[in-house]
């Protein structure tokens, strides 16, 4: 069964301190790996797409890792800022070609002054 | 680029009531997708259409939801009656095409609560 975990469920930092988000999946064939940050309230927006032979991809100060061997990913959130405050959401593409996606439940991030 | 439109924004309806929700897709976009999110959930893919046809409907419940996209366009999503387990985030989203590496855009989503 295709499915995507992610740790841990809930996180709260400092402002100005980095953080890691871990997403391990059991997604077969896999194809690609996105991250989303969800505002409460709001559609989840996309951070990153990583394909199988991508390792690391950024965008500003997110940074997403994939090792495609060991199935996991992880995100990370540098200097972190108040508005990061969100859920954010590992979700796997199945199959070359499919538009299947496999969402994780989300990591919700509390950033506090 | 104007996003995913969706409306309403909110709904509150007792249960055995019926509901619909609206969904603009950005323009030109070919795939429109429904989600319901559940309270601390992912959201989990209700319906696929690929301009007016349907793709995947596989995990839609036919007994008591529709969705109809008629000119390739906009969307309706229609729940008839409402239980108390429909009470969720309904999500639209968009894509260029089908595809695996197709980004998918999200509306903001209806808010529905069911008494």
């Known amino acids: 069964k295709n499915q995507v975990e992610q740790n841990p469920q809930s996180l709260i930092i400092l402002e100005g301190k980095n953080c890691t988000l871990q997403?391990?999946?059991?997604?077969?064939?896999?194809?690609?790996l996105r991250w989303y940050k969800q505002d409460t309230g709001r559609g989840p927006v996309s951070l990153t797409i990583?394909?199988?032979?991508?390792n690391t991809k950024s965008n500003g100060r997110y940074t997403a890792t994939l090792d495609a061997d060991t199935k996991q990913s992880s995100l990370h959130i540098t200097a972190s800022q108040l508005s990061d405050s969100a859920s954010y959401i590992c979700?796997?593409?199945?199959?070359?070609?499919?538009?299947?996606?496999?969402f994780g439940k989300g990591t919700k991030l509390s950033v506090i002054p | 680029e104007a996003g995913v439109a969706q409306s309403p924004r909110y709904k509150i309806i007792e249960k055995r009531q019926s509901v619909a929700f609206w969904c603009n897709p950005i323009s030109g976009h070919a795939t429109l997708y429904w989600y319901q999110q559940i309270l601390g959930q992912g959201p989990k893919l209700l319906i696929q259409?690929?301009?007016?046809?349907?793709?995947?409907d596989s995990q839609l419940p036919k007994d008591r939801f529709s969705a109809e996209r008629l000119k390739g366009v906009d969307s309706t999503l229609k729940i008839q009656p409402a239980k108390l387990e429909d009470s969720a985030v309904y999500l639209c989203?968009?894509?260029?095409?089908?595809?695996?590496?197709?980004?998918?855009?999200f509306g903001d989503g209806t808010r529905l609560s069911i008494l």
């Open positions: 997403c391990n999946y059991t997604v077969s064939p896999f194809s690609n």
């Open positions: 259409f690929q301009n007016n046809g349907v793709v995947d």
């Open positions: 990583m394909t199988f032979s991508e």
């Open positions: 989203a968009s894509s260029p095409r089908a595809g695996g590496g197709q980004p998918q855009h």
């Open positions: 979700v796997v593409s199945v199959g070359a070609g499919s538009y299947q996606l496999t």
